[in-house]
């Protein structure tokens, strides 16, 4: 009788334990991370007819954490990292409206009859325009006008025709700044380094800076 | 002016080599070069063999790769110059004289040139007229407080035609004023005969120095001169840069007397020039030395050049080439062998003059010191030089060296230096003073380190003058001139209070900072390092309100988070101030670099103002929160971080540059910090500032308005100051119109070229550092300080000196802050921990977590908690904070453990204590059936009560 009553009493402690951790554990999620707020739209270029932008899928719904890229076969899949495959092109079209091309595989995202999203060479205006809208999270939702459905990436599989369209839930994404590879930048840099003199001018070594920004490098973007 | 010379560069025809070259030099090569062979012996075998080029000098291109950025002989020299170190002042006769027809004088081929090449000058007009007023010109030597001047005297205003016969009394007259009045001022005259204003008649007459006659033509008015003005003058130059008379007269025709195309002209020239010096040096040797004891040599001038890549043999020969070509030319034969450097006569071949064997003997050895020259006018235009696809360079301590190398250590006189500015600036020459303290500093360098004979130093110019093919575009006076006055007043610019500065010092003394202490921080200072952020990627948006995933961190060392995957989470509002963690936490930090945040919103100055007012009431809110009703359990302290670099005058010899570099810090620190520590409203100087340009029609920016009760919210939410601090900015006056935030400040920034930096142009200036802190104490009183960021990015991977060197310097001067200014200092965070791939390297670990030798190197600054001398080691013991709080932190560290400890005991109690009474119910009914069952007996009935 004594055992079992210590026996009892380790189960409870260990019921007791998952769930402290799960409420000791849930801030390292939820935490709020200090990261730069990126600001307004703005910042991300919306006043350019053309962006070279990545798209990152955000969820909550379907395959998320990831970059949308369009392969040369025509697949549209998500990409775990960010790289020059899932570099996209995205142009204005008409009012709010859009059109997505890979910059790699060159094809455009289009939609087929069914609502599933594939990749084609050639654009044309009603499958491969979409209308680009802002989520209230900040997110945005891309919909095809004719179709009346939204861009959504499910599974890894291929999506399979939706019998029923209304349930159909959209991919959150998020248009992100193409990163300058490492080696880009070293070059960037190194070029910076031993710039050229400017003999032909008053300061050859390009002391005055005229853009006068300051940056902070605990500020980086 | 058409550049299209035939000619194209000397030195591009150069690249063939012979095989069968044989060279004495490179024998001397072999015996006396150090550095080069041991870097690069077999290739140089190889290549002699192949190409029996010569030239010490080219050890300079063989750069060491293992040389600290940090080390002493490669950064900044504070020093002075060898005691009576010659400072003077230059001017050429016709840049600066003027007159160029009156009292006799005659006319110069520069002259006629501006007539018919550069029509469009106003040349007669223009100057500033030496000639006319002398007096100006002493008193600006008196100014700068000069010990010698170095001027040029006009040939054709001795003698107007050329041949010495009667000479121009008016002219002589000037010239011996002029020495007379040096002398009374104890000002030592450098004499230059030939400052390229030929006398015209000897253009005409005899084809100018493409005639051998000119030889003896100017040793007669070089005779005349030293017989006249010998007495006064101990240094004498014959000739003004030999090579632009040859290459750009006779070669691109950009120069008097104009011609081009001719390359045999252009060495003819070139040859009679050596020969005409040498003459004169003979004749001064002769007849003159004897008993005016002066010295006499001629100025060349060069570029300077580095190879594309140093380890590369061809890049590092044609360098080699190049310089030979431009000062090899003329040097060679003076300085050196007295011949044509070999690799010259193998290509130019019968272009090239050849000298006898007498005449070699007669050249050879005809300087007595090395005057040199290293200025714009052998940088600009391009086809001036030889570039052979390599880089052109301003290091004046690397041609130094080379003329150390190749013409066996002259004493040198830098009869020419200095760089120029456009015509419209006036006196605020700021550039100017750079570009002078970045060549005087290695000159100082080439002097203590390299051992290099140098002796005296000319900036060019005393005067605004006439700029050859560039006329009146370009200025290189310390003095400004106003070429369309009447009394061509000269006012002294900001490099001539400068160079007066030098010259008064001697050199350059550290006035910033003050000796570095012995000392240490207290046992409870909080020594940090600062890593940014924990992110799931790197990334500038990561969807922090919208992730439903669980992440751990950290749970193989790799520092990275990993999901969770099956467990989705409620997402949570857009709130991150519950102070969750607030127990372990005595330090909160709301919001990083607000006055960087802010900058985001940069649409228009009223965005960027909006969204700081913003920031400061979401801070000021928080600050509230904490306090009402965190701070009295939690016991922490809540502030905001500033980026606070600190910002010096560009110019400091100029009003509006300190104006400017003050406003700058109230744009940038005073905005958050006046309305959080002092006022709880914006800076006035702010304010004013903004309505001041809003008049002007510069901008429509306004600054919000505090209401009183957001006044009163935001005033006084900082417990202490924290401060992110990287480097100090040199600002400069610089009105800008639009309506943003960066243009609103009216300000510009110059990069000091002579201050160490690092590869993203962050200047390292520690003293920097105690300004900023002693700034903030002066406007804010004496808080709690943190510094909450300070760091530097270092290309290295492994053995980071420059961060070291970083750390050590800015740590220093926090200490000074700390100890002598009393500073409250109460923290100082490295930054950072880590560093991110693609981005400038600022960790003290890589991108994938391999520590640098920084780590080591910080970790022993925080033992000894600074620099403590040997006696004064801090004795921090750890005891008092572990008895204070064991039983606390066995606690809190065995809190579930208690916890499970205490259910369980007093589960265990409780089912005891119900057994127990259980147990003891049960008997009591079985007795009571035992009673029932006996039946009772006055005998027995006593034993049971």
Same mark, same amino acid.
């Given at each position: 009788?004594?055992?079992?009553?210590?026996?009892?009493?380790? $189960?409870? !402690? &260990?019921?007791?334990?998952?769930?402290?951790?799960?409420? @000791?554990? +849930?801030? =390292?999620?939820?935490?709020?991370?200090?990261?730069?707020?990126?600001?307004?739209?703005?910042?991300?270029?919306?006043?350019?007819?053309?962006?070279?932008?990545?798209?990152?899928?955000?969820?909550?719904?379907?395959?998320?954490?990831?970059?949308?890229?369009?392969?040369?076969?025509?697949?549209?899949?998500?990409?775990?990292?960010?790289?020059?495959?899932?570099?996209?092109?995205?142009? $204005?079209? !008409? &009012?709010?409206?859009?059109?997505?091309?890979?910059?790699? @595989?060159? +094809?455009? =995202?289009?939609?087929?009859?069914?609502?599933?999203?594939?990749?084609?060479?050639?654009?044309?205006?009603?499958?491969?325009?979409?209308?680009?809208?802002?989520?209230?999270?900040?997110?945005?939702?891309?919909?095809?006008?004719?179709?009346?459905?939204?861009?959504?990436?499910?599974?890894?599989?291929?999506?399979?025709?939706?019998?029923?369209?209304?349930?159909?839930?959209?991919?959150?994404?998020?248009?992100?700044?193409?990163?300058?590879?490492?080696?880009?930048?070293?070059?960037?840099?190194?070029?910076?380094?031993?710039?050229?003199?400017?003999?032909?001018?008053?300061?050859?070594?390009?002391?005055?800076?005229?853009?006068?920004?300051?940056?902070?490098?605990?500020?980086?973007? | 002016?058409?550049?299209?010379?035939?000619?194209?560069?000397?030195?591009?025809?150069?690249?063939?080599?012979?095989?069968?070259?044989?060279?004495?030099?490179?024998?001397?090569?072999?015996?006396?070069?150090?550095?080069?062979?041991?870097?690069?012996?077999?290739?140089?075998?190889?290549?002699?063999?192949?190409?029996?080029?010569?030239?010490?000098?080219?050890?300079?291109?063989?750069?060491?790769?293992?040389?600290?950025?940090?080390?002493?002989?490669?950064?900044?020299?504070?020093?002075?110059?060898?005691?009576?170190?010659?400072?003077?002042?230059?001017?050429?006769?016709?840049?600066?004289?003027?007159?160029?027809?009156?009292?006799?004088?005659?006319?110069?081929?520069?002259?006629?040139?501006?007539?018919?090449?550069?029509?469009?000058?106003?040349?007669?007009?223009?100057?500033?007229?030496?000639?006319?007023?002398?007096?100006?010109?002493?008193?600006?030597?008196?100014?700068?407080?000069?010990?010698?001047?170095?001027?040029?005297?006009?040939?054709?205003?001795?003698?107007?035609?050329?041949?010495?016969?009667?000479?121009?009394?008016?002219?002589?007259?000037?010239?011996?004023?002029?020495?007379?009045?040096?002398?009374?001022?104890?000002?030592?005259?450098?004499?230059?005969?030939?400052?390229?204003?030929?006398?015209?008649?000897?253009?005409?007459?005899?084809?100018?120095?493409?005639?051998?006659?000119?030889?003896?033509?100017?040793?007669?008015?070089?005779?005349?001169?030293?017989?006249?003005?010998?007495?006064?003058?101990?240094?004498?130059?014959?000739?003004?840069?030999?090579?632009?008379?040859?290459?750009?007269?006779?070669?691109?025709?950009?120069?008097?007397?104009?011609?081009?195309?001719?390359?045999?002209?252009?060495?003819?020239?070139?040859?009679?020039?050596?020969?005409?010096?040498?003459?004169?040096?003979?004749?001064?040797?002769?007849?003159?030395?004897?008993?005016?004891?002066?010295?006499?040599?001629?100025?060349?001038?060069?570029?300077?050049?580095?190879?594309?890549?140093?380890?590369?043999?061809?890049?590092?020969?044609?360098?080699?080439?190049?310089?030979?070509?431009?000062?090899?030319?003329?040097?060679?034969?003076?300085?050196?062998?007295?011949?044509?450097?070999?690799?010259?006569?193998?290509?130019?071949?019968?272009?090239?003059?050849?000298?006898?064997?007498?005449?070699?003997?007669?050249?050879?050895?005809?300087?007595?010191?090395?005057?040199?020259?290293?200025?714009?006018?052998?940088?600009?235009?391009?086809?001036?030089?030889?570039?052979?696809?390599?880089?052109?360079?301003?290091?004046?301590?690397?041609?130094?060296?080379?003329?150390?190398?190749?013409?066996?250590?002259?004493?040198?006189?830098?009869?020419?230096?200095?760089?120029?500015?456009?015509?419209?600036?006036?006196?605020?020459?700021?550039?100017?003073?750079?570009?002078?303290?970045?060549?005087?500093?290695?000159?100082?360098?080439?002097?203590?380190?390299?051992?290099?004979?140098?002796?005296?130093?000319?900036?060019?110019?005393?005067?605004?003058?006439?700029?050859?093919?560039?006329?009146?575009?370009?200025?290189?006076?310390?003095?400004?001139?106003?070429?369309?006055?009447?009394?061509?007043?000269?006012?002294?610019?900001?490099?001539?209070?400068?160079?007066?500065?030098?010259?008064?010092?001697?050199?350059?003394?550290?006035?910033?900072?003050?000796?570095?202490?012995?000392?240490?921080?207290?046992?409870?200072?909080?020594?940090?390092?600062?890593?940014?952020?924990?992110?799931?990627?790197?990334?500038?948006?990561?969807?922090?309100?919208?992730?439903?995933?669980?992440?751990?961190?950290?749970?193989?060392?790799?520092?990275?988070?990993?999901?969770?995957?099956?467990?989705?989470?409620?997402?949570?509002?857009?709130?991150?101030?519950?102070?969750?963690?607030?127990?372990?936490?005595?330090?909160?930090?709301?919001?990083?670099?607000?006055?960087?945040?802010?900058?985001?919103?940069?649409?228009?100055?009223?965005?960027?103002?909006?969204?700081?007012?913003?920031?400061?009431?979401?801070?000021?809110?928080?600050?509230?929160?904490?306090?009402?009703?965190?701070?009295?359990?939690?016991?922490?302290?809540?502030?905001?971080?500033?980026?606070?670099?600190?910002?010096?005058?560009?110019?400091?010899?100029?009003?509006?540059?300190?104006?400017?570099?003050?406003?700058?810090?109230?744009?940038?620190?005073?905005?958050?910090?006046?309305?959080?520590?002092?006022?709880?409203?914006?800076?006035?100087?702010?304010?004013?500032?903004?309505?001041?340009?809003?008049?002007?029609?510069?901008?429509?920016?306004?600054?919000?308005?505090?209401?009183?009760?957001?006044?009163?919210?935001?005033?006084?939410?900082?417990?202490?100051?924290?401060?992110?601090?990287?480097?100090?900015?040199?600002?400069?006056?610089?009105?800008?119109?639009?309506?943003?935030?960066?243009?609103?400040?009216?300000?510009?920034?110059?990069?000091?070229?002579?201050?160490?930096?690092?590869?993203?142009?962050?200047?390292?200036?520690?003293?920097?550092?105690?300004?900023?802190?002693?700034?903030?104490?002066?406007?804010?009183?004496?808080?709690?300080?943190?510094?909450?960021?300070?760091?530097?990015?270092?290309?290295?991977?492994?053995?980071?000196?420059?961060?070291?060197?970083?750390?050590?310097?800015?740590?220093?001067?926090?200490?000074?802050?700390?100890?002598?200014?009393?500073?409250?200092?109460?923290?100082?965070?490295?930054?950072?921990?880590?560093?991110?791939?693609?981005?400038?390297?600022?960790?003290?670990?890589?991108?994938?977590?391999?520590?640098?030798?920084?780590?080591?190197?910080?970790?022993?600054?925080?033992?000894?908690?600074?620099?403590?001398?040997?006696?004064?080691?801090?004795?921090?013991?750890?005891?008092?904070?572990?008895?204070?709080?064991?039983?606390?932190?066995?606690?809190?560290?065995?809190?579930?453990?208690?916890?499970?400890?205490?259910?369980?005991?007093?589960?265990?109690?409780?089912?005891?204590?119900?057994?127990?009474?259980?147990?003891?119910?049960?008997?009591?009914?079985?007795?009571?059936?035992?009673?029932?069952?006996?039946?009772?007996?006055?005998?027995?009935?006593?034993?049971?009560?």
């Amino acid at each position: 009788m004594w055992r079992a009553r210590r026996g009892c009493a380790v $189960a409870r !402690a &260990l019921v007791l334990a998952t769930l402290w951790l799960a409420v @000791s554990g +849930r801030p =390292l999620a939820r935490r709020p991370r200090a990261l730069s707020d990126q600001g307004p739209h703005l910042h991300y270029g919306w006043d350019q007819p053309i962006r070279l932008r990545h798209l990152y899928a955000a969820g909550p719904y379907g395959v998320s954490n990831c970059f949308l890229r369009i392969r040369s076969d025509g697949a549209v899949d998500c990409e775990e990292g960010q790289s020059q495959r899932s570099l996209l092109e995205i142009r $204005a079209v !008409a &009012l709010e409206t859009v059109a997505i091309k890979d910059v790699s @595989s060159v +094809r455009y =995202l289009c939609m087929s009859e069914d609502g599933k999203i594939q990749g084609l060479v050639r654009y044309s205006e009603e499958d491969c325009a979409f209308k680009e809208e802002i989520n209230y999270s900040g997110y945005n939702v891309y919909r095809s006008s004719k179709h009346h459905l939204p861009v959504a990436l499910s599974g890894a599989k291929p999506r399979q025709q939706f019998t029923n369209k209304s349930l159909l839930r959209p991919s959150y994404f998020l248009p992100m700044l193409p990163q300058t590879s490492e080696e880009t930048r070293e070059q960037l840099e190194s070029e910076m380094l031993s710039l050229p003199l400017e003999t032909d001018s008053m300061d050859p070594f390009r002391m005055v800076d005229d853009v006068g920004l300051v940056k902070s490098p605990s500020f980086q973007k | 002016m058409q550049a299209s010379c035939a000619a194209g560069s000397p030195g591009n025809e150069w690249i063939f080599f012979s095989a069968d070259e044989r060279n004495t030099r490179s024998r001397k090569t072999m015996s006396n070069g150090a550095l080069l062979r041991c870097v690069v012996l077999s290739t140089f075998i190889l290549l002699r063999a192949v190409t029996g080029f010569s030239g010490d000098g080219r050890a300079i291109w063989a750069k060491n790769p293992h040389l600290s950025p940090v080390n002493a002989s490669q950064l900044f020299l504070y020093d002075t110059f060898p005691k009576n170190f010659f400072w003077g002042v230059g001017t050429g006769a016709f840049q600066v004289e003027g007159s160029w027809k009156t009292d006799g004088k005659g006319p110069s081929i520069w002259d006629h040139f501006i007539q018919t090449h550069l029509r469009n000058v106003n040349s007669m007009g223009g100057s500033s007229d030496s000639y006319l007023f002398l007096e100006k010109d002493l008193s600006a030597l008196d100014f700068i407080g000069v010990s010698f001047y170095q001027f040029s005297i006009s040939w054709p205003r001795l003698f107007p035609d050329g041949i010495v016969t009667v000479v121009n009394a008016k002219g002589l007259q000037y010239y011996n004023v002029l020495l007379d009045a040096l002398a009374l001022r104890n000002i030592e005259p450098v004499v230059t005969l030939y400052h390229w204003d030929l006398p015209l008649a000897l253009q005409e007459k005899y084809g100018g120095w493409k005639n051998a006659t000119m030889v003896d033509i100017f040793n007669d008015y070089a005779t005349y001169c030293f017989q006249t003005f010998g007495d006064r003058v101990k240094y004498w130059i014959t000739i003004h840069n030999p090579y632009l008379v040859a290459w750009h007269g006779y070669g691109t025709g950009m120069h008097a007397p104009g011609e081009k195309g001719n390359l045999a002209a252009v060495y003819t020239v070139g040859h009679n020039l050596i020969k005409a010096h040498s003459k004169v040096w003979h004749t001064y040797n002769r007849d003159f030395r004897p008993h005016q004891k002066g010295w006499l040599s001629i100025t060349l001038g060069s570029h300077w050049i580095e190879p594309n890549r140093s380890e590369n043999m061809m890049d590092v020969i044609k360098c080699q080439q190049s310089m030979v070509s431009v000062l090899g030319w003329f040097a060679n034969p003076i300085h050196g062998d007295g011949d044509y450097p070999e690799v010259m006569k193998k290509k130019l071949l019968s272009i090239l003059p050849p000298f006898s064997e007498a005449e070699k003997e007669e050249v050879r050895g005809t300087a007595d010191f090395f005057a040199f020259s290293f200025g714009p006018n052998n940088f600009k235009p391009l086809n001036t030089m030889a570039k052979m696809g390599q880089n052109v360079s301003l290091n004046l301590r690397q041609v130094l060296n080379w003329i150390k190398l190749e013409y066996d250590d002259p004493r040198i006189l830098i009869a020419e230096n200095g760089w120029f500015t456009d015509s419209y600036v006036k006196t605020e020459d700021t550039t100017a003073i750079y570009m002078m303290k970045n060549f005087l500093n290695q000159v100082l360098q080439a002097i203590k380190f390299d051992e290099i004979g140098v002796f005296g130093y000319s900036a060019w110019s005393l005067l605004d003058g006439f700029e050859w093919q560039e006329a009146y575009t370009t200025r290189r006076g310390l003095f400004y001139v106003d070429f369309n006055s009447e009394q061509k007043e000269r006012k002294p610019k900001s490099s001539a209070h400068y160079y007066k500065q030098i010259i008064k010092e001697n050199g350059f003394t550290l006035k910033e900072s003050t000796p570095d202490l012995q000392g240490h921080f207290p046992c409870d200072f909080a020594w940090g390092v600062t890593e940014s952020v924990l992110k799931p990627e790197f990334m500038a948006s990561s969807p922090q309100f919208t992730d439903p995933h669980l992440y751990v961190w950290n749970a193989t060392g790799n520092r990275l988070l990993h999901r969770v995957e099956g467990i989705r989470l409620k997402t949570r509002p857009a709130q991150c101030t519950d102070f969750e963690l607030g127990d372990l936490v005595k330090l909160w930090v709301t919001i990083n670099e607000p006055n960087r945040l802010s900058d985001i919103y940069n649409r228009t100055s009223n965005d960027t103002y909006q969204a700081a007012h913003n920031l400061l009431i979401a801070h000021a809110r928080v600050w509230h929160l904490y306090d009402r009703q965190y701070r009295l359990t939690q016991r922490g302290a809540v502030s905001l971080s500033l980026h606070s670099d600190w910002a010096e005058p560009a110019n400091p010899y100029v009003d509006s540059h300190w104006k400017a570099a003050e406003r700058f810090l109230q744009f940038e620190i005073a905005w958050f910090a006046d309305p959080l520590f002092k006022t709880g409203d914006y800076p006035l100087a702010m304010k004013e500032h903004l309505a001041s340009r809003n008049l002007r029609g510069l901008s429509t920016s306004v600054l919000p308005r505090f209401s009183p009760e957001e006044s009163r919210l935001v005033k006084g939410t900082a417990d202490f100051y924290a401060l992110n601090h990287f480097t100090t900015r040199f600002v400069m006056h610089e009105q800008l119109s639009g309506s943003r935030y960066d243009a609103d400040r009216d300000v510009q920034f110059l990069q000091d070229i002579t201050r160490l930096s690092s590869p993203s142009r962050l200047a390292v200036m520690p003293w920097g550092a105690r300004k900023m802190l002693g700034w903030i104490r002066r406007n804010y009183g004496d808080l709690d300080v943190y510094i909450t960021a300070n760091g530097i990015d270092d290309q290295a991977l492994e053995n980071d000196r420059l961060r070291k060197y970083y750390l050590e310097k800015y740590v220093q001067e926090t200490l000074k802050a700390y100890l002598i200014d009393k500073v409250k200092i109460r923290g100082y965070y490295a930054f950072k921990l880590t560093e991110e791939k693609s981005k400038p390297r600022f960790g003290f670990f890589t991108s994938d977590f391999k520590a640098k030798s920084s780590v080591q190197f910080y970790n022993q600054l925080i033992s000894s908690g600074g620099f403590p001398s040997e006696s004064s080691k801090p004795t921090c013991s750890q005891t008092l904070r572990s008895t204070e709080c064991t039983i606390c932190s066995l606690l809190l560290q065995k809190k579930p453990l208690i916890f499970f400890g205490c259910c369980f005991v007093s589960t265990v109690v409780l089912l005891i204590s119900i057994t127990m009474f259980r147990r003891r119910k049960r008997r009591k009914f079985w007795k009571a059936k035992n009673l029932q069952n006996i039946p009772l007996k006055k005998g027995h009935s006593r034993v049971l009560s």
